[in-house]
């Protein structure tokens, strides 16, 4: 009886140990990135550094995309800040997905640039990868823009 009962003190306790602190939410809460991103006029540097162009693309051959989804996401902040969300296929699981936003121009149109990259001498399974990304845009003075997704009018919007 004794050591049943022992047995049964040291799984309770070692269950015990398992089962998360509720009190401690700070150690649980995920962390994000500061949420400020720098003014439009600078937006490349917004672009995850994972989808930057990068100056060993040089070396790479550049391949289009197939996207199956482009959508602006605006988030609740002061000020406004928005989201690029793309979905769809790379040509291969070879290819490195590339997103260039470039700065508005005069008259408030935001070209994105979405390509991707790969070694010319890799040997690659031909199946389509597919992707999924956020690309925070940043914010934007006042006005009324419009975005464009490798040439094709994505969205309308109010900054």
């Known amino acids: ?17 398992c ?4 009190d ?4 649980s809460a995920p962390s994000y990135p500061n949420a400020s991103y720098p003014n439009a006029s600078y ?9 930057a162009p990068k100056p060993s693309d040089a070396s790479l051959t ?18 406004l800040q928005f989201v690029l969300h793309l979905a769809g296929g790379l040509p291969t699981p070879c290819h490195q997905l590339r997103v260039m936003v470039n700065a508005p121009d ?9 390509y991707s990259v790969s070694s ?6 031909q ?18 823009y419009s975005l464009w997704v490798n040439g094709e009018m994505v969205a309308e919007f109010q900054s």
């Open 62 to 79: 550049r391949s289009e995309v197939f996207p199956e989804s482009k959508e602006l996401l605006s988030l609740e902040s002061f000020p």
């Open 43 to 51: 937006p490349n540097d917004v672009v995850q550094a994972d989808y």
């Open 1 to 17: 009886m004794k050591k049943t009962a022992l047995v049964l003190f040291i799984l309770a306790h070692a269950l015990t140990a």
């Open 19 to 22: 089962v998360r602190n509720t």
């Open 106 to 114: 005069a008259e408030n149109k935001i070209f994105v640039d979405v």
């Open 127 to 144: 199946v389509i990868a597919p992707f999924d990304v956020n690309i925070p845009l940043g914010s934007f003075p006042t006005g009324r």
């Open 120 to 125: 010319p001498d890799e040997i690659c399974t």
């Open 24 to 27: 401690d939410v700070s150690s």
